[in-house]
């Protein structure tokens, strides 16, 4: 048996996808036992390990007395890939495998919910058998989803099971080391786990992907840094801190419908504006979700709708695209050039002020996705109506609510002058259709 955890606790409160590979190969007689992911908190920490067979190194059943380290791996939330059919007491498998299932608490005899999968390849030979998995935690709605696929490809998965859950709940914290283990018993298989990654964000219902496009960044009027005064940072110009005449910000994000679509009318627009004065900045903003985009991003650990919570149900017209590269696909990860474009126009009506800020964006943008950089491109982005003029006072900032417009640019050839000379931490832009969403933050106290 054996156990590998990262060392640093993961956050319970947010959403997330996990997905890897799996590889059994050398099981001349039949592969065994399997292996399984795990979530967290026993006392032990990453050294938590349980026993061997169909314990599948997170159980605890029959642990032999000269084994210390064969204990149940508790509390746990764990999806179990079991690839032995173990048959009466204290084991009974559910079905013959190979299958995954949800398990709790280091139990490997209660199976609370599971779905069979096939090999691809030969688990037998010393190539092996290969088959790609997705862990799916959808934080609001409270359920872990399993999928599987020959292929690297999610878009094409089959959906193995998905079970109520609350992490939190069951694991007693908001944080749980996560990992894998694995066992043998008399019969022997060679399992390797590979292609790993760990991603947070809004997951869409009903496992849905959408497009979301992105463009947020500082900059100086007319490019440089000379707009960030000396041992400061662009962030502190909007934090009351500092004052920064000539100091922009600029961001957009529009995500679409989860329908897996690369173009049409976003369900959630969110724009802003800041411009720094002589004394504190002007910023206009709107976050809006459309009737149907409340529908698809409705409220959930929030109260408010929408992939990042507190937006208002607005208007929204327009259209935003993330165009098909005929080689990776659309919005793929590994494009290294993927062009997206909104032209789009958002209507929030602030309730319950009897305020409203109308925004619009247009333009192309090209991006490095694996890097979520700018390679060229701009978006120009108007806000009107309700703004606001904010004072900078001792790091307290006072907000004086004006009726106006203000203007600025996401993208564009200074987008990158202020992130190039480590004054900003904040720089992205990227345009993809994914089942993750959401990996931008608006600037503090602005937004």
């Known amino acids: 048996m054996g156990s590998a955890f990262y060392n640093s606790p993961i956050d319970l409160s ?4 996990v997905a890897f590979s799996e590889t059994s190969s050398d099981s001349y ?3 065994a036992d399997g292996f399984a992911f795990v979530l967290q908190n026993d006392t032990r920490g990453v050294n938590a390990l349980g026993g061997g067979g169909g314990n599948i190194g997170y159980g605890g ?3 032999p007395p000269a084994t210390p380290t064969c204990s149940a791996i508790t509390p746990s939330g764990i999806v179990e890939f079991d690839t032995y059919y173990n ?3 204290p084991i ?9 299932a949800w398990m709790e608490n280091g139990d490997p005899g209660t199976h609370y919910n599971f779905g069979a999968f096939s090999y691809s390849g030969n688990p037998g030979s010393s190539a092996g058998a290969t088959e790609y998995f997705w862990v799916d935690y959808n934080a609001p709605l409270g359920s872990v989803s399993v999928f599987e696929n020959a292929s690297g490809s999610k878009a094409g998965a089959t959906l193995l099971f998905t079970q109520s859950v609350s992490l939190p709940a069951l694991l007693g914290a908001s944080t749980a080391y ?3 283990t694995g066992a043998t018993g008399q019969l022997f298989t060679r399992q390797v786990i590979s292609n790993f990654s760990y991603t947070t964000g809004y997951l869409p219902p009903n496992n849905g992907s959408a497009f979301d496009i992105e463009s947020s960044n500082f900059y100086c009027a007319g490019g440089g840094t000379t707009c960030v ?5 662009a962030e502190d110009c909007y934090q009351g801190t500092v004052i920064c005449p000539n100091a922009y910000y600029a961001d957009v994000e529009a995500i679409g419908p989860p329908t897996g679509s690369a173009a049409g ?17 002007n910023f206009g903003i709107v976050n809006v979700v459309s009737k149907q985009g409340n529908v698809d991003y409705p409220p959930g650990s929030t109260s408010d709708p929408g992939v990042y919570g507190n937006s208002d149900v607005g208007t929204i017209s327009g259209k935003g695209t993330v165009f098909n590269d005929p080689t990776n696909g659309t919005g793929s990860e590994d494009n290294p050039a993927q062009t997206s474009s909104v032209n789009a126009t958002a209507y929030d009506p602030w309730a319950p002020q009897s305020y409203y800020t109308i925004g619009s964006v247009t333009g192309t943008q090209n991006t490095n996705n694996s890097s979520d950089t700018l390679n060229s491109g701009q978006f120009s982005i108007t806000m009107r109506g309700t703004l606001y003029h904010v004072y900078a006072n001792s790091g307290s900032p006072i907000y004086v609510p004006y009726q106006g417009s203000i203007s600025c640019v996401a993208g564009g050839p200074h987008a990158g002058d202020l992130a190039t000379a480590g004054l900003t931490s904040s720089n992205i832009a990227e345009g993809e259709v994914e089942s993750i969403l959401g990996d931008n933050t608006l600037v503090p106290s602005a937004g």
Do not use: E, K
Request: glycine letters at 10%.
């Open 178 to 180: 996560l990992g894998f």
């Open 14 to 17: 947010t959403s997330f996808d």
């Open 61 to 63: 059943i029959d642990c």
């Open 87 to 89: 048959a009466g007491s």
């Open 229 to 233: 005064p000396s041992t400061y940072t």
């Open 29 to 31: 007689y039949g592969p």
């Open 92 to 100: 009974q498998d559910p079905a013959i495998p190979p299958y995954a």
């Open 265 to 281: 009318t976003p369900d959630q627009l969110v724009l802003q504006c800041a411009q720094g004065t002589s004394f504190g900045y």
